[in-house]
């Protein structure tokens, strides 16, 4: 996984909940030596690990987890990659054309990068359906994803999101529709 996801996932427990919490999920994670970085390619194992021990201590599970922090994720990575977006885009002509910009990019930057695979259908003006296929079964954070954009594009109290798969699976089905 993407460095910048595990710092951004090391900011995300630190502000929700606080260092000291974070320095306990990393051990027990059994990574208390590692300091993530932007540059590297971590093993997915590492995350899985952190998440399933956040999973243990918060009560939650990990599709509500990745929501979550699939939705904190969203203003940093528009940042980080603002140049691949055309100002008059909205949340669903984002989703439609990350396949295409963004994940390009990321898997550009890296050959270990993989980002899962979009499968986006544009039915109208406002909606949607993204086949995601991910061997990571993290839909939970596409969902988020959604969220978040929704959020950033000020479209919040519009945009429904609605997953019509069982979640966990390596390829789900997800329904987006503006109202
Ligand atoms: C907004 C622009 C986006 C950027 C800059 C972006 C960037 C990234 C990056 C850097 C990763 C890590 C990849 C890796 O470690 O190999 C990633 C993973 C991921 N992205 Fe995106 N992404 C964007 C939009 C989206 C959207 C719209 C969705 C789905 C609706 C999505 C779903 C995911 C998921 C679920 C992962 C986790 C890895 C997996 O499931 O295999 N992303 N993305």
């Given at each position: 996984m993407h460095g910048t996801v595990l710092m951004l996932l090391k900011r995300y427990v630190q502000t929700q909940y606080d260092h000291s919490t974070w320095l306990k999920l990393m051990e027990l994670s059994g990574l208390e030596n590692v300091e993530f970085d932007h540059k590297t390619v971590y093993p997915d194992e590492n995350i899985y690990a952190l998440v399933g021990q956040a999973a243990e201590m918060t009560g939650l599970s990990a599709g509500e987890l990745h929501e979550k922090f699939g939705e904190y994720l969203v203003p940093d990575l528009m940042f980080m990659?603002?140049?691949?977006?055309?100002?008059?885009?909205k949340t669903l002509d984002m989703i439609e054309h990350t396949e295409l910009t963004m994940h390009k990019q990321v898997r550009r930057e890296h050959p270990e990068n993989s980002p899962p695979v979009l499968n986006v259908k544009r039915l109208g003006e406002n909606e949607l359906i993204i086949d995601y296929v991910s061997p990571?079964?993290?839909?939970g954070l596409a969902v988020g994803i959604v969220r978040g954009l929704a959020t950033y594009f000020d479209e919040a109290d519009r945009i429904d999101v609605m997953p019509t798969?069982?979640?966990?699976?390596?390829r789900v089905r997800i329904h987006v529709r503006r109202t």
């Open positions: 990659y603002q140049k691949y977006v055309q100002p008059e885009w990571r079964r993290m839909s798969t069982s979640h966990d699976g390596e």
